[in-house]
Every structure is written in C-alpha cells, then in structure tokens.
C-alpha cells in the first residue's frame, strides 16, 4: 500500500491560521514556574508594628476585660484569675454568652507568643470575639 504525497504542486500554500501549540506550551512552563516559585516568595521580615489611628468603637456598658500583666498573670476585670481556671471565670462573668465580646489588654513588653496563648485560652473556653485594646495614637 503506497501514499502518495505529492499533488502535483512545487508551491507551499500560505496558511491563515495560528499554530498555538508553541503558545500553549510556553504558557505551561510558565505555568509551573510561577507554581514553584510562589511559595518561595514570602520572607519572614521583623516589623516594628505602629499604634493604630482606627476610630475608636463605643464601648459596652459592662465591658468584659481580660487583662495580661507584665509578670503574665491574667486578671479579670480586677480579680487575679489562673490559667486553668480561665474557663469557668469567664462563664461566669459573661452568665454563661460565649458570644460576650472579650476586651483582651496587653502590657507592651509581654511577648506576642504570650499573647497567642491567652487567645488560644480563650479560643478554648468558646470565646471567639476577641477585642485588642491599645492606645489611642495622635493623627
């Protein structure tokens, strides 16, 4: 069986149409390019964080305060409360709502992984609105 190629014609036609096959091949490769290198882009730079200038929100009647002192001691309100008895004096003082907003101060020298471990404390114990108190800063 035999084919036969040649029809009779020395001149190439021209072709109107677009070969996108080496176009969707650089696409690919470009592609798994950005694929790998995304990842390897973020870099783990210290910041000094400033004061925040945000409008200050009102403030509850009876605001729920959970305090973090320098020597890492929480206290409530005004009552020293432990670690491990966190849980029930929240309840208590929020008479059993776990969706009572908790107003979370921290001294300026207790570390952020410090304070991580507070609101994971509070994660725990089911309150989930969390409210960071700073300083209000001069515009």
Same mark, same amino acid.
């Given at each position: +069986? ?17 070969? @996108? ?5 650089? +696409? ?8 790998? *290198?995304?990842?390897? #882009?973020? /870099? ?16 509850? &009647? ?17 009552? @020293? @409360?432990?670690?491990?008895?966190? #849980?029930? *004096?929240?309840?208590? *003082? #929020? ?14 020298? @207790?570390?952020?992984?410090?304070? +991580? !471990? /507070? +609101?994971?404390?509070?994660? *725990? !114990?089911?309150?989930?609105? /969390?409210?960071? /108190?700073?300083? &209000?800063?001069?515009?």
């Amino acid at each position: +069986m035999s084919v036969r190629l040649d029809h009779g014609k020395t001149e190439l036609d021209e072709v109107h149409e677009i070969n @996108v096959t080496p176009f969707i091949d650089v +696409m690919l490769v470009l592609l798994i390019i950005f694929m790998v *290198a995304a990842p390897l #882009a973020t /870099v783990d730079i210290a910041v000094n964080l400033p004061s925040s200038t945000a409008a200050p929100q009102p403030r509850p &009647d009876k605001p729920l305060i959970l305090t973090l002192r320098p020597d890492l001691t929480l206290a409530l309100g005004d009552n @020293v @409360v432990a670690r491990d008895a966190l #849980a029930g *004096a929240l309840d208590e *003082a #929020a008479n059993g709502d776990r969706d009572t907003r908790v107003f979370l101060r921290a001294d300026k020298v @207790v570390s952020y992984g410090d304070l +991580m !471990a /507070v +609101m994971n404390l509070l994660r *725990a !114990a089911g309150f989930l609105k /969390v409210v960071l /108190v700073g300083l &209000d800063s001069q515009r």
